[in-house]
């Protein structure tokens, strides 16, 4: 028996293929059958009638900036109501994690300043009861309606690191070696890869700019490469030439 067939809908698979009228069964939450229409004999607990509807595979959001409203809203709105399921967190180098809590404020501000975010809201809505990037995920473990990843932002490795030095200052070689080890960790604990900024748009909330723009680019490799050893994972990387045109060095 199923558990759901929906019927009447317009699927649109996501393989290319042309959309077609088709009913789809679902079992122990997932697809067991996409036929043609009525040609589903098979009971089912709940009959859904999508005429007039599409019926595709949830959406995937790569460039989302729930790391903090998730906590107030588990469902990612208003992006799940435009059938994004999945959403990809901690883009351009910002993330809630790594995170000492004596840097709590800077970064409510900083989020503030470049998300547009509400101080209060981040203040009241986030618990900020955690330390490592995996601490943060198991926050959300089983809190949040879609399914949800996190890149490991550029900005609070360089906090968590080398504390407000990191605004201003170059890192040593012995302080990136730091936020090599504090990366690796990161993804072994479920990070999807590293993200950061060099966009003069990103400034904290002193109006600085944000940590991720003092480093170099020797750092910004160095980091990368970490990344490259943990296969499955990615980059992501906000320049000026996102805003206007990529020079050669970017390239």
């Known amino acids: 028996m199923l558990d ?5 809908g317009t699927v649109i698979d996501g393989t290319g293929a042309p959309a077609r009228a088709a009913d789809v069964g679902v079992k ?14 098979e009971e089912a607990t709940e009959v859904i009638d999508a005429s007039g509807k599409l019926v595709i595979p949830g959406v995937i959001d790569p460039h989302t900036h729930y790391d903090a409203q998730i906590f107030w809203d588990p469902g990612a709105s208003p992006s799940n109501i435009h059938g994004v399921t999945t959403v990809i967190g901690g883009n351009c180098g910002f993330t809630l994690a790594p995170l000492r809590a004596e840097d ?9 300043s470049v998300e547009g975010m509400s101080v209060a809201a981040l203040e009241e809505g986030v618990p900020w009861n955690w330390e490592t990037f995996g601490d943060y995920l198991d926050r959300l473990e089983g809190n949040i ?3 949800a990843a996190f890149l490991v932002g550029h900005c609070a490795l360089r906090r968590y690191v080398m ?6 200052n170059e890192a040593s070689p012995e302080q990136i070696d730091e ?3 504090v990366l690796a960790e990161s993804i072994q604990a479920g990070g999807l890869g590293f993200s950061t900024t060099l966009s003069r748009t990103h400034s904290d909330g ?9 480093s170099t680019t020797e750092e910004i490799l160095a980091l990368c490469e970490v990344v490259g050893e943990h296969p499955g994972t990615t980059l992501e990387g906000m320049t000026d030439g996102c805003l206007d045109k990529f020079s050669d060095d970017e390239i």
């Not at 504390?163 to 201003?168: E, S, Y």
């Not at 002193?206 to 003092?214: F, H, I, K, L």
């Open 28 to 41: 122990d939450g997932r697809i067991v059958a996409v036929a043609e229409p009525g040609s589903i004999t």
């Open 4 to 8: 759901h067939l929906i019927t009447g």
């Open 163 to 168: 504390g407000a030095d990191a605004v201003g």
């Open 104 to 112: 709590a404020a800077y970064t409510r501000e900083m989020m503030a």
């Open 145 to 147: 309606g879609v399914n």
């Open 206 to 214: 002193d109006g600085q700019p944000v940590a991720s723009r003092w």
């Open 179 to 181: 936020m090599r080890k």
